[in-house]
């Protein structure tokens, strides 16, 4: 890890920022609008100056036009908009890029030599053509991220010819009232202040972008968008430094206590223990600078279950079996290494879109996760009360450390619930009410909540998932998928029947994506510390 980070920050610190992948991919960009609003510019600037000299003293209007419709003014013109055809396409090679930047710069300046030789009143031309370069060397300050240097290399060649233009054609100037010696001086003093001003400003800017940058850089990571904001962090969409797979980054809260932050870096070592498909794979974890932990996972395209219910309601008995078996093969795998998920909820059961597989389970959020096999007491907050109200078991709230792979199992029970009738077990107006209802109430049969039947051995299933003693449940995962295995009458969810779903509600998908990252309220997570209770 540590040389991945060095290399990665070897090629942070180059000078030539945008010769990196993050830098490259904004250059381009940048190079594209940039290109687009001149030439926009530009083209609105010939019919101003066609009105603004019409009429005016010792000026043909034939001169004006003929000044316009040069031939150096449609090369101006693309070589003006040359950046945006170049660069609004596929991703050009890193080393094109400055190359294109500067050579712009060349052309355009030849363009304004060339097309300053028709100007119809020859002792403004250099002037009025400093003034357009000094604003289009102001643009490009402000769109196009570059080094002072090379700002100032590029402002050189934009004025280099023009000045030719003024000093090999003295004789323009000698008779006029505004003689080459007056413009010489006046040219080349103000070509020198907007050329310095605007590598200042690039140089200036270009700082301001590598702070940003560099403050949202996380290691090896650059965290790209907010994905949500669960109890224990929050998480982001990221791009890897020096790799291309898509990744995710979880960030514990800075608010968080000293045995939180504990907890948090025991959650990345558990999960990077599981390798089972339905878990989420952990790439890497580290701190950063400030002390603030962090770990990179995949990253999930898709909806947890939680949104999946909120966009299609109850969900198919078949489907519903199809992701059960997934997560109890994730917590099979978990149990078996001693660990206890703890907060089993919809929130946390995703679900993606997978090429090979369009209904892939991916199980998330190990925050809470209790060790049974920990020695560190501390740590394993056996007095705490974790999870979430709406999917704890009873034993969760009346004795915290009896805890086991069972209580996993009467949460993913309460998620079955959730999408078989699209609502959840138990409500009430607060955390306390519904607390009391898992430990006393008995669930309403899923048939009688929705409505309409449910296949018999899977309403069986569910109900003794949530059965209130643990030993009236389902024993181990391994046993819970094969009892899913066995109810026939539901039916069969296959990859097409995935398919069909997901192509009728992508744009849902992505809009519901689009509304939690720019969410900010937290789940809602229950952490009662019970030894401060007395």
Known sequence: MKAVESQARVADSDPAYELSPQGKTQLQERLATYGLVVALVATGYFPAFYF???GHPGVSEEAILAHIFSPWTFVLLFVHASPWLACRGRPLPR????????????????????????HPSP?????????????????????????????????????????????????????????????????????????????VASRVLYGLRREVRDARLLGQYTLVERLGKGGMGVVYRARHALLRRPTAVKLLQATRRPESIARFEREVQHMAELTHPNTVHIYDYGRTADGVFYYAMEYLD??????????????????????????????????????????VKPANLFLCRDRSEPDTI??????????????????????????TPLYMPPEAFMKPDSVDARSDLYSLGAVA????????????????????KHVHSKPESPSERLGRAVPPDLEALVLSCLAKLPVERPQSALSLRDSLDACESVGAWGSHDAEVWWEAHRLRVEARRAQAQGASAPDQTLVVDMGRSS
Request: proline share 5%; aromatic share 6%.
């Open 52 to 54: 603004t000299w019409r």
């Open 95 to 118: 080393a094109w890029l400055p190359a294109i930047d500067v050579a712009v710069g060349a052309g355009v300046g030849a363009a304004y030599c060339g097309i300053l030789t028709s």
């Open 123 to 199: 002792p403004i031309a250099p002037l009025e053509g400093l003034l357009a370069i000094a604003s289009v060397l102001g643009m490009r300050a402000l769109l196009v991220p570059s080094t002072g240097t090379r700002t100032a290399l590029v402002g050189f060649l934009l004025c280099l010819g023009p000045g030719l233009m003024l000093f090999t054609n003295a004789a323009h100037y000698s008779a006029s009232w505004l003689g080459v010696r007056t413009t010489g001086p006046l040219f080349i003093t103000w070509a020198t202040v907007a050329i310095v001003l605007t590598s």
């Open 302 to 343: 898709g909806i947890d279950l939680e949104g999946l219910v909120a966009l299609g309601g109850p969900q198919p008995f078949a489907r519903v079996v199809h992701l059960l078996r997934q997560a109890c093969g994730s917590l099979e795998e978990a149990h078996r290494r001693g660990l206890i998920h703890r907060d």
């Open 362 to 387: 991916k199980v998330l959020d190990f925050g809470l996760v209790k060790d049974s096999a920990a020695d560190d007491v501390g740590l394993s907050v056996a007095d705490t009360v974790l999870g």
């Open 417 to 436: 619930y959730l999408l078989i009738t699209g609502t959840p077990v138990f409500s009430g107006a607060s955390m306390i009410e519904v607390s009391a």
